[in-house]
Nanobody
């Protein structure tokens, strides 16, 4: 069973930055397209950013374009999300998962989720 371990969240003021990390316990990580999802209280989980296995293709939720950057280190089985110019509306629990397709409507590949990492942005 895959394990997804997210970290790096915290409390930050609006305009601040955070870098999230997610370690994936899969030797096949390098062939997986990966994504970052988030879920705010009372809202559905949404896909925020995606990256192809080779890292050459990325896409973002419109509201985070220009502020968030997804990256990966295949040698470390890790995917990152650099979040700059954070806004209160970015407050959510952030999760990573593999994605089935390189679209912003992709469902997750794995049915299991990690514990997520809480990001709270104060105004």
């Amino acid at each position: 069973q895959v394990q997804l371990v997210e970290s790096g969240g915290g409390l930050v003021q609006a305009g601040g930055s955070l870098r999230l990390s997610c370690v994936v316990s899969r030797s096949t990580f390098r062939i997986l397209s990966m994504g970052w999802y988030r879920q705010a209280p009372g809202k559905q989980r949404e896909l925020v950013a995606i990256m192809s296995s080779g890292g050459t293709i990325t896409n973002y939720l419109h509201s985070v374009k220009g502020r968030f950057t997804i990256s990966r280190d295949n040698a470390k089985n890790t995917v990152y999300l650099q979040m700059n110019s954070l806004k209160p509306e970015d407050t959510a629990v952030y999760y990573c998962n593999a994605v089935r397709e390189l679209t912003m409507t992709s469902p997750p590949l794995y049915s299991t989720w990690g514990q997520g990492t809480q990001v709270t942005v104060s105004s």
